[in-house]
Structures are given as structure tokens and as C-alpha cells.
């Protein structure tokens, strides 16, 4: 899973970063030499996969990770706008606004919208006058089911809508998701703010307008945060009710990506192996198969499933098949978050 920070110039994104992965960044130089990039792994530690591993005398549990990448470009090359081309490729994205520079954040992230929803309409414009030319040989009357659908998305577009806000069935996003539409993607609003502002909970509006549209949203203030993490260990949670902080960000910017993106997690025990494998809300035991690997889905039997609570209740997998709670599912369960499945297969 791949989540891009983006922003405008000088919004505090590489500080934001700082405080999220802390010190394990890497600095690169992407192939074209024009984009320094930080890259940084994040994992969610989901404390249930822990206490699988110590009720089941496990060596080794693997969480969830993320790839976070803060996009900068190289000094001269620096505009005041957002290069939309490069945020293609990434499953989700997580605008920072300088709330603690912005003169008007809530402007700011119009103008990133904007920039966000011309991207958009420039795909969608020229995919329908492709369709057009290409299927003039219709009959009359008949209209192509891609053209009709971008004509929608189209339409949203133009209204300053996101595509996200059109409520699209699953074979639309289907039919969708060749074109990496960036107002379909999940979007995650942070506000960096300074001290001050974070002592008296300003965010410049934004939390506000984060909920009108449904978006996730989170104030820090980066650069405190960061002095936090450099502290050393004994210091840290003086320094913090001193600073009125219950938390730093880091954990629950990794729970906020997975719920941007309808993530729940299932489990599976392979030999002194746990694993948590995220899986969006809504899929199938066949689904999630081929999210372990292709052959469990290609000669997929039948899952074994039994919730973490039952398990957890039931203390190991003999009392719980004892008293029935081991379930045997087929292809079209659909999974549950917590689930931990024993997918037997055959190929
Ligand atoms: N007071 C305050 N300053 C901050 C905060 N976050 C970032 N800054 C400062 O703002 C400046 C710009 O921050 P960066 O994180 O480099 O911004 P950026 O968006 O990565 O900038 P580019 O990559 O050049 O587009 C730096 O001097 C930071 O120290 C904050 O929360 N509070
Ligand atoms: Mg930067």
C-alpha cells in the first residue's frame, strides 16, 4: 500500500513526515533526478496479532505495512501548485495544510481540490471524445455504458464536486479504476499547526470542512512532535502533559490511512508465523485467499474461520472447535474483521 503526502510549497510535508516515520526516512532521488523523494515504512501494530502470538507460543508476527512518501521537488523547480501527474500512482493520498503559514487554509484547500478535480476532468474529457470517435459506428440511440458513466463523472466534476461523492456501485468503480481518477482516491486533510494554534484547538476550519465532505481529518503540530521523538525515552512524558498531549500522532495517522481506505484486518497462522493481512470491507473468503497468494484462490477448498473474540474466549483452536466455534465457509463468506482463516486449497 502506497500513500503519497501532498501539499502545497513550504506546508509543512517533509515535517509532517518527520513526525510520522520519525527517523527512519530515506532520502532518494527519483530515476528523472528532478524529484527527491523520502520514503518510509509504517506498520499497523495491531495489538491482536500479539496476543495471538502469546497464547499460540508464535516467533514471529508481520504487521500490515504502509509506504509513506513525501513528494518534494528539487529547489528551482519548486512552484506554488501540485504536480497532480506524480500522485497517480498511489493508493491514497494525505494533503497537509500549512494551517500554521496559510493565510487562508480553507482557500488553500479549494485551490488544491481545483487543481485535484482539472486533473480529472482532463481524463475524463478525453477518454469520452476517444469513445466518440472510435464507436461512431454505433447504432443510434445506443449509448456506450464507459461514456455514459464518465459523462457522470464528468458532470460532478464541473459542479466542483469529487468523483467520491458520487455514490458509485462496485461495477462502476470497476469500470473506473483503469483511469486512477485522483477525487476517487482515498484523501486524508492534516492540518500542521503551530503551538499556539494547537492550544487552542485552531485548525483554520478545516476540521469542519473535512467532515462536510467526509474526510479524514488530523491536526499536529509537526514540528513539536518531532522534538518529542528526539527526546530521549525518560523525558518524553513529562514533556507532554506538560504540552497537554494524551498521544503522538504516528499511531493513529496509521489507523485513519486504513480506515480512509475501508481496510479491515483478517489473520493467518502459518507454522510460528502470525500475519495480518488488510483486506477492504466487503470481500470474500475467495478474495482474501488471493490476497495471501494466487494459488490459494486458484484451488481454493474452503476457509476455516473462527473470530479473534472466540478464539480469544475459547483459549486455543481445540477448545474452540469443541464447542463449535470453528467455522467451515465457502468462497462467498464474506470476511469479518478479526477473522483468522486456515484457507485449504489445492492446486
Ligand atoms: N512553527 C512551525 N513550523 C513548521 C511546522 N511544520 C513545518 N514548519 C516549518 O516550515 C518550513 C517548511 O516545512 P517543510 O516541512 O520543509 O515544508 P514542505 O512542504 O516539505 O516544503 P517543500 O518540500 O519545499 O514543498 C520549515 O522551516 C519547517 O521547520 C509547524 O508545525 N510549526
Ligand atoms: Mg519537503
Redesign the pocket.
Known sequence: MKIAIC?L????????FKAIVGKETQARTSASGKIHLNIGTLELKDQRLGKLAEILNLEKVTYPKISLV?L??AGEK?SKGIETAQLKEFDALVL?IGV??SGDPLEDLKNIESEFILADLQVAQSRIEKINKERKARPKGEEDPEALLLKRCQAALEEGKLIKELKLTPEELKMLAGFQFLTLKPLIIIA???EEQLNKGENGGLEQAAKGKSLPFLAL????ETEIEELPEEERSDFMKEMGLNALSKDKFIQICFQAQNFISFFTVVGKQARAWPIVKGKTALEAAGSVHSDMARGFIRAEVINYQDFIQSGSFAKAKEKGLLRLESKEYLVQDGDIINFKFNV
Not at 10 to 16: D, E, L, R, T
Not at 221 to 224: F, G, N, S
Open positions: 501539499g510549497s513550504f506546508c509543512g510535508k517533509s515535517a509532517v513525501d518534494a521537488r519548486a497537509v500554521f503559514v500542521d499547526v503551530s503540530c509537526a514540528k513539536l
